[in-house]
């Protein structure tokens, strides 16, 4: 387990098409995220987990917006509907609580959605 | 206004040239800086991570942070070619969950 995996890396849709990504986490990593990148910006948050637990979402995080994660450990995003604006770069990251030493995320490779 | 500003460049240096790359804040309840570095078509790497004000240096990299001037800095000596790729500025609140706020990245090309 080296790291943060995302599949796909690349979806191509047609607009009004639902699209679901993947995030798998480091394994001993309880928390869980979800951001947004579009070029030229940075990330944003979009919504978190702790264990299989919701805690945060975004207002981005729109109604045709849905994230899970079962069984606390791989996440999905569904977006449901999608429109020419969710073309971006989607970024799952994940981390232990935050005490100790290490405060950063482990980011994965990222899904880049394209909505034609 | 964003909440936290970082000048998107790009930036091009010639190789061995000491690199300052910076962060504007407005929001005082951010107490926890980080820098990432993202190579294109990547995600983003955390490179260093500070609490509060004060300096932290790993190998090549320095960042400062400056509580009152609500402004945080890293520096590279000794640029590499290697060392090409856009730079995100993160910060955190106290008591703000674990989100993040990005800057947008100043994007660094280091030129042989």
């Known amino acids: 387990d080296t790291g943060v995996s995302q599949n796909p890396r690349h979806k191509i849709t047609k607009r009004g098409q639902n699209v679901t990504f993947r995030c798998d986490p480091i394994?001993?990593?309880?928390?869980l995220y979800w951001y947004r990148q579009t070029l030229g910006q940075g990330p944003e948050f979009l919504t978190y987990f702790q264990n299989e637990a919701q805690l945060e979402k975004s207002r981005l995080l729109s109604d045709r917006f849905s994230a899970e994660r079962p069984k606390g450990s791989f996440s999905t995003l569904e977006i449901q509907r999608t429109e020419q604006g969710d073309s971006a770069m989607y970024l799952c990251?994940?981390?232990?609580?935050?005490?100790?030493?290490?405060?950063?995320?482990?980011f994965g490779s990222g899904t880049r959605l394209t909505v034609v | 206004q964003k909440e936290v500003e970082q000048d998107p460049g790009p930036l091009s240096v010639p190789e061995g040239a000491i690199v300052s790359l910076n962060c504007t804040y407005s929001n005082s309840a951010f107490q926890y800086f980080m820098w990432y570095r993202q190579y294109s078509r990547k995600g983003p790497e955390l490179l260093m991570y500070t609490y509060s004000s004060g300096n932290k240096e790993d190998g090549r990299f320095t960042a400062q942070v400056d509580k009152s001037s609500k402004y945080i800095s890293l520096f590279i000596r000794d640029s590499q070619p290697s060392d090409s790729a856009t730079y995100l500025c993160?910060?955190?609140?106290?008591?703000?969950?674990?989100?993040?706020?990005f800057g947008t990245g100043t994007q660094l090309k280091v030129e042989l």
């Open positions: 993160a910060m955190r609140r106290v008591g703000g969950g674990n989100k993040l706020t």
């Open positions: 990251a994940s981390s232990l609580n935050w005490t100790g030493g290490n405060y950063g995320y482990t």
């Open positions: 394994s001993e990593h309880n928390r």
